[in-house]
């Protein structure tokens, strides 16, 4: 059995290894050995028990109070999950591969959140700034070559043309939250520096004009929104910031030059990527929404109109196709009037059950986390569920604004609205890929703010 003399100290290096090794598994499936990608697949299961073993002998993840609440939690949701699943071989199958969607990485948020402190994460942060040049290298030569190119293997071809890069990763959607990753990274990195100067200010911008082209390149919605609502909430909590003045000045400065950036590179440097974001920012047909299909003709009362007469549901929606895509997705009353009491078993509308199942379109809505959950678990445990992951957004918030003001924790602000968009309409727990390890990862990073007894321990 392994012994190590710093456990800690290993874990730390372990995990920051097993994270990139998440981002390398992609480039591995995709050019190296495309022939055994479903089989590459599952070897992250392997290193993540390996991983688990390790941390129980030397008890790295039941310490703190709330992660014997969680696994209490799990435990509950995990054996009403099973309900909506026949008791026989293949019921018992799903059981399994909708158990492993739902917690597999939900380990790695205790021992996280045990080891790490907050000078690991800064560590962490930059080591992850460090791939941003390689990383815009790699986007800016997907778009540019064709989509038969060896670079753009990977690609998912239902998307519109031209394609959007995927990067390292074997679809569109895990890049995207790599990105998203990536700059709040940034953002955490300026917000936490006590001390910024001319070189400073050059290397940061930079970095942004890299990540915000990038963006650009992406051709996604909803970094847009993400990234954007980024710059206000770090501009906020460090306006009420106790960092003296002039520093102040300069991280607003460094955040607020995102907007010209922006403009640099949507107007001059990739007009081509932008004009195409613009035209796919509302295309959608919302016609198919639950949240048209009922309220089409009800008027949009909470925006405001400059004309008297307001619009109606639908009016709006055939305008503004992103944001009622948003609303649709926190719109959760059809799923709870179509479930029963139980649902359909825990992880049932996932990736890995529906292709086990041999099922060519899952009835779950596909990505769609809360209304998946809902219909999974019943409107008896899955409505809880969903509501809770609201209630922890609002308190996590709320607890910001009184303790995260401080200097010495601004550096979570970013992370705190990258767990909360994921939380309120995230992924986490659809598909067992990097979309959802970033999440977990995130969240323990998150919770580092709230041990106390990090600052005592080694550091990475």
């Known amino acids: 059995m392994l012994n190590f003399n710093n456990p800690t100290s290993i874990m730390k290096k372990i995990i920051v290894v097993f994270f990139f090794y998440m981002i390398f598994e992609g480039v591995v499936r995709k050019w190296i050995l495309p022939n055994l990608s479903t089989q590459i697949y599952f070897v992250k299961d392997i290193l993540l028990i390996l991983i688990y073993i390790i941390a129980l002998k030397y008890n790295l993840i039941f310490t703190s109070y709330y992660s014997k609440i969680l696994i209490f939690i799990v435990i509950i949701v995990s054996l009403l999950g099973f309900v909506g699943y026949r008791f026989d071989a293949n019921g018992i199958v799903s059981y399994l591969l909708g158990l492993r969607s739902y917690w597999i990485f939900l380990p790695l948020l205790l021992i996280i959140s045990h080891i790490f402190n907050k000078d690991d994460l800064i560590k962490f942060l930059k080591l992850n700034l460090y791939f941003v040049i390689p990383y815009f290298l790699l986007v800016y030569l997907q778009s540019i070559l064709p989509e038969s190119s060896f670079l753009n293997s990977g690609y998912d071809g239902n998307l519109m043309s031209p394609e959007r ?98 403009i640099i590179s949507s107007n001059f440097l990739f007009e081509k990527a932008y004009k195409h974001s613009v035209v796919r920012m509302n295309t959608d047909q919302p016609k198919g ?18 004309s008297k007469e307001k619009e109606t549901v639908q009016e709006f929606c055939a305008k503004y196709s992103t944001i009622c895509r948003i609303i649709n997705d926190l719109y959760i009353l059809p799923a709870v009037r179509n479930s029963n009491l139980f649902g359909e078993g825990i992880g049932a509308g996932t990736k890995p059950v529906v292709v086990f199942n041999k099922i060519k379109k899952s009835f779950f809505l596909g990505e769609i986390d809360n209304k998946r959950i809902i219909m999974e678990l019943g409107y008896s445990t899955g409505l809880v569920l969903v509501i809770s992951k609201w209630i922890l957004v609002i ?51 998150l919770f580092t703010s709230f041990n106390k007894k990090n600052k005592n321990l080694l550091k990475l």
């Open 165 to 262: 890069p995927s990067a390292f990763f074997t679809y569109t959607t895990q890049n995207t939250y790599y990105f998203l990753f990536l700059f709040f990274s940034l953002f955490s990195f300026i917000l936490d520096k006590k001390e910024i100067l001319i070189k400073d200010m050059i290397y940061l911008t930079f970095l942004n004009l890299l990540l915000i082209s990038i963006m650009i390149l992406l051709k996604s919605r909803a970094v847009y929104f993400y990234v954007f609502v980024t710059v206000f909430y770090s501009a906020f909590f460090l306006i009420f910031s106790n960092f003296d003045y002039s520093l102040k000045l300069k991280k607003i400065f460094l955040i607020s030059f995102t907007f010209i950036i922006f």
């Open 289 to 306: 929404y639950d949240f048209v299909l009922e309220n089409k003709n009800k008027q949009m009362k909470f925006l405001p109109s400059a």
């Open 395 to 445: 308190i996590l918030n709320v607890f910001a604004l009184f303790k995260f003001r401080d200097k010495n924790k601004l550096i979570y602000i970013p992370l705190l609205l990258f767990v909360s968009t994921q939380l309120m309409l995230g992924t986490v727990s659809y598909t067992v890929s990097f979309v959802s390890f970033i999440f977990w990862v995130s969240l323990g990073l």
